[in-house]
């Protein structure tokens, strides 16, 4: 059995149920639930708070973990656990920001007080800035709330829509910490059995997210111009017509570029565009 750490709540925790879900493995029903068993894919899902995740793989209790990139470098759990996969959900940017107009650049924040919820992160970053600041005053959560309560100059926290700045009345400064999204991680140099199923498995999710697939009906004559708009991964598959002056065209396409790639066929004489969603796949 793959021992696999997953989010019980919080930013990531539906997303991280819904593509392991898309991915064929079964999860909880009732948000209660601490443990899930998928006998038939040989597998455990823990569910844990994500801050708690990178411990329990860094000390090998659990296999690999599903955690965010900046929730595992806060953890602070040296080179015992390492990241395999990025899964391109749950982004953010970890920031500095405060009042609107107070700074301009993080040097400024040598003997300044910031406050945030990921210590050891902003710690590591700051070292390598070469800034001292006076004191990083830990908090849970509302960090944007302290600067105008008074007890710190500046934040350093997740930075998502912006929204929640905004209506703090504050700003980002600085150069981003870090981009952050969820993560698979696993003990370093560790390939537990089962591993590459579930990673091809996730992959494929990626891929079918990030694809549509696109089918359309070209004369022989603009086939070579419309192949170039649509290589697909490998190359388009091309089945004959009735009409054989004419081929049908089946290739997958990047879902933000489906609009142009119509577009571009069209003008080149294809006709019969059609755009499907993808289930699944595995390459
Ligand atoms: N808008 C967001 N707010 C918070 N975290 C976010 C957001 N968008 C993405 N994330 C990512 O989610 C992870 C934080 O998860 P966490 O469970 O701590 O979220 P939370 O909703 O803030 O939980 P909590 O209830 O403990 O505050 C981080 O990796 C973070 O980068
Ligand atoms: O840029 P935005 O889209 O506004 O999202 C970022 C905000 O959301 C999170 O707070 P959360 O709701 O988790 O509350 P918390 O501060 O209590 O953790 C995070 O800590 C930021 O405050
Ligand atoms: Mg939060």
New binding site residues.
Partial sequence: MLRIAV?N?????EAARDMLQEAGYLQRRDTKELVMMDPDNQVEFFYL???DIAVYVGQGTLDIGL?????FQDAQVGGSAEEIMALGF???T?RFAAPIGRFSSQAELAGKRIAT?YDGLLEDYLATQSVKPEMIVHL??AVESSVNLGVADAIAD????GS?LKAAGMETFGEPIMQ???IIIGQTGRRPEGLDVLLRRLQGVLVARRYVMIDYDVSRANLDRASAVTPGLESPTISPLQDENWVAVRSMVKKGDTNNVMDELYDLGARAILVSAIHAIRI
Avoid at 9 to 13: E, M
């Fill in positions: 989010p709540k919080g930013a990531l925790s708070r994500p801050r955690t965010g990139r900046d929730l749950g982004r953010s970890f919820s849970d959560g997740v930075v998502e829509t929640t952050s999204e969820a």
